[in-house]
């Protein structure tokens, strides 16, 4: 991999500036405004997300080279089986896509409570990784390589660095692992195979799934500080312990 010579404090007040020229902005005639996030559980200004994770390496680097070969290598093998299975997992980014390990009881209209938490943890990413995706306008892999082809919903934008399904995906499972610790393994597991489906779908590398892996434990750290998620959490876990029949 080159070196870079981005210091990452240099990176932190780039994120900065971008984060608060998105808040501050007006726009111009005729533009649509930007679109506001609010978080429900963290405070973005006290994370500072960009020092926690590398740049991603450059397009012409050998990793960059050999992830791309990788994706090839996933393309080349993978299965109509693997395909709706990647396919699934880009539709849904809720906590209940750990079904697969809770069981069938494990649903939204079941579960009020925890799908309400679901869904603020689920609006949390964005507001984490909107900035870095701005920050770091990584190509998708199918718009460096052509003639990769992906099997899930694509973008035109320049926003693969770090995967926000990926994020997301893992703050769910650290939530949920609070809510059922003896699956721990398990839900961890299936975290895993929900972020390599990024790379079944052909939309991600594995460097933008390593960032938002490593972000995800930080911002968890954050919202177990948060009075309001642990009311929330302690409610849900109740609700979801339960309806699986799983001692309080």
Same mark, same amino acid.
């Given at each position: 991999m080159k070196s870079f010579s981005v210091t990452a404090g240099a990176v932190a007040l780039a994120l900065a500036s971008v984060w608060l020229h998105a808040q501050g902005s007006k726009p111009g005639s005729g533009a649509k405004p930007p679109k506001t996030r609010t978080a429900s559980f963290i405070q973005i200004d006290r994370l500072p997300l960009a020092t926690m994770i590398p740049p991603p390496p450059s397009s012409d680097s050998e990793t960059a080279k050999s992830e791309l070969a990788a994706l090839h290598r +996933?393309?080349?093998?993978? %299965? &109509?089986?693997?395909? @709706? *299975? &990647?396919?699934?997992?880009?539709?849904e980014e809720d906590i209940f896509l750990y079904r697969t390990v809770l069981g069938e009881g494990f649903r939204a209209d079941l579960l009020p409570l925890t799908a309400v938490l679901s869904s603020q943890v689920h609006g949390d990413e964005p507001v984490a990784s909107d900035g870095l995706k701005t920050l770091y306008q990584r190509p998708r892999p199918y718009q460096v390589d052509p003639t990769l082809? /992906?099997?899930?919903?694509? %973008? %035109? @934008?320049?926003?693969?660095y770090p995967s926000g399904h990926t994020l997301s995906g893992y703050l769910l *499972?650290? %939530?949920?692992?609070?809510?059922? /610790?003896? @699956?721990? &393994? *398990? +839900?961890? *597991?299936?975290?895993d195979d929900y972020a390599h489906n990024r790379l079944v779908c052909g939309v991600h590398t594995s460097s933008d799934l390593e960032a938002s892996r490593r972000i995800a434990y930080a911002i968890f750290g954050e919202m177990l500080q948060n009075p309001q998620f642990q009311q929330e959490l302690v409610a849900a876990r109740a609700e979801t312990r339960q309806a699986l029949h799983l001692n309080p």
């Open positions: +996933i393309q080349d093998g993978r %299965t &109509a089986e693997q395909v @709706k *299975a &990647a396919q699934t997992d880009d539709a082809h /992906p099997v899930c919903k694509v %973008t %035109t @934008k320049h926003n693969s *499972a650290l %939530t949920l692992v609070q809510m059922v /610790p003896e @699956k721990s &393994a *398990a +839900i961890l *597991a299936r975290a």
